[in-house]
């Protein structure tokens, strides 16, 4: 059974930086295309950024420039680098593998100004 789960969210000052992972087990990583996602209560889960097996990027509008997505391979593991957050990051981030049509738990970010 595939599995995914997030780590790395929390409290972060306006501004500054943080860094989600996100690892897959039960599956095989390498070819499948990873995203992550965001949510807040009452508004649908939108895509923030995605990227293939062979490292093709893509991004919202909303982070371009900001946040950058990258893959690990050998460590089955997806990252989210987020850089010069906003209070509007503000949301529950979730991985997805598109391979396995997955979604992890989710992991809350929550940005102060």
């Known amino acids: 059974q595939v599995q995914l789960v997030e780590s790395g969210g929390g409290l972060v000052q306006a501004g500054e930086s943080r860094r989600l992972s996100c690892t897959l087990s039960?599956?095989?990583?390498?070819?499948?295309?990873m995203g992550w996602y965001r949510q807040v209560p009452g508004n649908q889960r939108e895509l923030v950024a995605r990227?293939?097996?062979?490292?093709?990027?893509e991004y919202a509008d909303s982070v371009k420039g900001r946040f950058t997505i990258s893959r690990d391979n050998a460590k089955l593991t997806v990252y989210l680098q987020m850089n010069s957050a906003r209070p509007e990051d503000t949301a529950v981030y979730y991985c997805?593998?598109?391979?396995?049509?997955?979604w992890g738990r989710g992991t809350q970010v929550t940005v102060s100004s």
């Open positions: 990227i293939t097996g062979d490292g093709k990027t």
């Open positions: 997805r593998s598109d391979l396995y049509a997955s």
């Open positions: 039960g599956g095989i990583f390498s070819i499948s295309p």
